[in-house]
């Protein structure tokens, strides 16, 4: 069974920093794009980054300059380090990737996959 397990949230001061780590697992043949998005409670999720196979990596307007993806694709797994975390930051992030895995011996296919969500919670 494929799956996508976060760790790393918690509780942090303002301008504090936390990572976050997401590790894929199961019958993977490639992994595409992997990101992280968040969601405060009574909204919608939302994007924070992205980062394809090759290294580009995309990132919300409230990312830019304070939050930088990464990952590593020998241990399919993607980060997200978080700095300068400020009070709006507290949410609950979830990681999520475009996985191609194994179904049986001779198919594959590809899906889309989340993660169960970390809190991140910035306060004093």
């Known amino acids: 069974q494929v799956q996508l397990v976060e760790s790393g949230g918690g509780l942090v001061q303002p301008g504090g920093s936390l990572r976050l780590s997401c590790a894929a697992s199961g019958r993977i043949v490639s992994i595409n794009a992997m990101g992280w998005y968040r969601q405060e409670p009574e909204k919608q999720r939302e994007l924070v980054a992205t980062i394809t196979s090759g290294g580009d990596t995309n990132y919300a307007d409230s990312a830019k300059g304070r939050f930088t993806v990464s990952r590593d694709n020998a241990k399919n797994t993607v980060y997200l380090q978080m700095n300068s975390l400020k009070p709006e930051d507290t949410a609950v992030y979830y990681c999520?990737?475009?996985?191609?895995?194994?179904?049986?011996?001779?198919?594959?296919?590809?899906?889309?996959?989340w993660g169960q969500g970390t809190q991140v919670t910035v306060s004093s």
């Open positions: 999520n990737a475009d996985m191609v895995s194994w179904i049986s011996p001779w198919s594959r296919r590809e899906r889309n996959y």
